[in-house]
């Protein structure tokens, strides 16, 4: 792993995911609390080590990907960039534990991959998308400066595309 890969906030370090993740990777893609609105919704232990070895090989070829996130030395959620599979471009993905919300950790994340991906990864365009119903999801993304910017549906669900531009 490439240390420059590591981001250090206030509270929190992201460090790209690695196979000493993949019990705490497999728990939290495992619990619908966390990963029941997400697309592809809860992952069997199977599935969390595929998407595991892929987010490495991401890591690899492009010098960027998905980050465990750690308050102190407590894995608290995941947070970072993904190629999506529909053609809407890299986008910005995060999830964290239901006792990690509430505290401003997924902002401030999400906040440091997005800059991450601008300033290190080089990306002029990142996007995220939201359930239209889900508020705290939206709220993250539009206090880090993300702009709706395209609405569609999704198995039936309204769904909104969120965009972030480098300056």
């Not at 490495?56 to 970072?80: D, H, K, P």
């Amino acid at each position: 792993m490439n240390p420059t890969w590591i981001v250090r906030t206030g509270r929190l370090v992201l460090s790209p995911v690695g196979w000493r993740d993949l019990p705490a990777l497999q728990a939290i893609k495992a619990d619908p609390r966390v990963f029941a609105t997400m697309l592809g919704g809860v992952r069997s232990p199977v599935r969390a080590a595929e998407e595991l070895a892929e987010d490495i090989a991401t890591w690899g070829a492009r010098g960027w990907g998905m980050w465990s996130v750690r308050e102190g030395n407590v894995f608290v959620g995941l947070t970072g960039l993904m190629a999506r599979a529909d053609g809407r471009g890299v986008a910005l993905r995060f999830a964290f534990w239901p006792d990690a919300r509430g505290r401003g950790l997924a902002s401030e994340a999400a906040a440091a991959a997005l800059r991450f991906g601008h300033d290190r990864g080089g990306l002029d365009r990142i996007v995220a998308v939201a359930k239209a119903g889900n508020l705290a999801s939206r709220q993250v993304l539009g206090g880090i400066g993300m702009v709706a910017c395209e609405e569609f549906l999704r198995d039936g669900e309204a769904m909104i595309t969120y965009e972030s531009r480098r300056r």
